[in-house]
């Protein structure tokens, strides 16, 4: 049974950085394209960034650009979000996604499997 554990959210004030884990099982991790979504109170969640089964193509969110960067480590079935420079409009529940498919990575719809989130709230 395929399973995604989320690690690492908190409490930060602006300006600050936090890396958000992820840890997978139960499925082939490696042929898996993995995604992190957030979802802010009373909106839709909304794609932060993906990554390839292999690591070599990522893709972001416009407004995370040059701040956030999404990585894998195929050996420990783990996806990482390094977040830097975070901002009050990134508060918001962060979860990871996985999906065997190789388009569309930035359409909730495309996943197959969800972890159950990890809150992170940045202050001003």
């Known amino acids: 049974q395929a399973q995604l554990v989320e690690f690492g959210g908190g409490s930060v004030q602006a300006g600050g950085s936090l890396r958000l884990s992820c840890a997978a099982s139960?499925?082939?991790?490696?042929?898996?394209?993995m995604g992190w979504f957030r979802q802010a109170p009373g909106k839709e969640r909304v794609f932060v960034a993906a990554?390839?089964?292999?690591?070599?193509?990522?893709y972001y969110l416009d407004s995370v650009k040059g701040r956030f960067t999404i990585s894998r480590d195929n050996a420990k079935n783990t996806v990482y979000l390094e977040m830097n420079s975070l901002q009050p409009e990134d508060t918001a529940v962060y979860y990871c996604?996985?999906?065997?498919?190789?388009?569309?990575?930035?359409?909730?719809?495309?996943?197959?499997?969800w972890g159950q989130g990890t809150q992170v709230t940045v202050s001003s």
């Open positions: 996604a996985a999906t065997r498919q190789i388009y569309n990575l930035r359409t909730t719809k495309t996943y197959d499997y």
């Open positions: 139960g499925y082939t991790f490696s042929t898996y394209a």
């Open positions: 990554i390839n089964w292999s690591g070599g193509s990522t």
